[in-house]
């Protein structure tokens, strides 16, 4: 068979190029039209032209990969594709989680003027009315809370509240 093959080499490079128009991948493709031939050449009919046969096997493989493109997309090497196309999503997830969870970590008085000012848009004197509390104490505890939920959020150690003075008269 192979003997059969060899003189047929000159023709299928040149039929290859002819569909392809490149001459490496013209070469691949002859290359893996031979491959085919002689690991089904169990299939070929011997009433039927053993070059005919060959150019078909040619055919086929060249058309599969002119359509390839279609069904996978450009091919774009590792080196050239410095992003993902898309930003992943498990990033933004995980980070409102761990908010969540810092958030509520966060002292009830130092949680609630969070929730006031910055995400419920309230100033410090509605707030402050809101909670209770005198203007300066709401935008300490606010400055406190913030500063804590950055910590947690950058994975510095957050110590636990300092425990409240007693007067003793």
Do not use: F
Not at 42 to 67: C, G, K
Not at 150 to 164: I, N
């Amino acid at each position: 068979m192979v003997r059969l093959l060899e003189p047929m080499i000159p023709a299928l490079r040149r039929y290859a190029r002819a569909l392809l128009r490149d001459r490496s991948a013209a070469d691949d493709l002859v290359q893996d039209g031979l491959e085919r031939a002689l690991s089904h050449r169990h299939q070929r009919r011997a009433d039927r032209d053993a070059r005919s046969w060959v150019l078909a096997i040619l055919h086929n493989l060249a058309v599969n990969r002119m359509r390839q493109p279609a069904r996978r997309g450009p091919h774009v090497p590792l080196e050239e594709a410095a992003e993902p196309s898309q930003p992943p999503v498990q990033d933004g997830v995980l980070q409102h989680r761990d908010l969540l969870r810092a958030l509520d970590n966060l002292p009830d008085e130092q949680r609630s003027v969070l929730l006031l000012v910055p995400v419920e848009d309230l100033s410090y004197a509605e707030a402050a009315t809101v909670l209770g509390v005198p203007v300066g104490t709401a935008m300490s505890r606010l400055a406190r809370g913030r500063e804590r939920l950055r910590q947690a959020m950058e994975g510095e150690v957050v110590p636990a509240e300092m425990p409240r003075l007693r007067r003793i008269k």
